[in-house]
Structures are given as C-alpha cells and as structure tokens.
C-alpha cells in the first residue's frame, strides 16, 4: 500500500458516521473481534456483520 493510499483511505474513514467511524477503529484499528464489537454494542453478530459490510462497500466507494 502507498502513502498515497494511506492518505486516501484515512480521508474516507472521516467522511462515515460516528458509529460506523467506531466500528472501523474497533475492529480494523484496534483488532477487537466483530464478535466483542457486536457485544458491546448490543448487536447480534450477524447485525454486525452486515453493518461491517456497508462500512467496507462505503470506504471502496469513497477511495475510487
């Protein structure tokens, strides 16, 4: 990855929501499982998962 790319990808991360910024620093940033982040947010798993998803469509979206 090139700092270039680096750089593109933080800026798409400060264009999402609050709470989907959160899911990418807690499980992406800080390696929490998506298990633990499900837990914590009182989410089932697979709610997590598919929130997960649209977080990572987004970002693809943002960096094209």
Do not use: N
């Not at 633990?36 to 998803?53: D, W």
Request: hydrophobic share 40%; charged share 30%; glycine share 4%.
């Amino acid at each position: 990855i090139t700092a270039q790319e680096v750089i593109d990808l933080k800026r798409a991360v400060a264009k999402l929501p609050a709470d989907e910024m959160e899911l990418v620093i807690m499980v992406y940033y800080s390696g929490m499982p998506v298990k633990t982040y499900a837990e914590k947010k009182g989410l089932s798993y697979q709610q997590a998962m598919r929130k997960k998803t649209k977080v990572l469509e987004k970002l693809r979206y943002f960096v094209k």
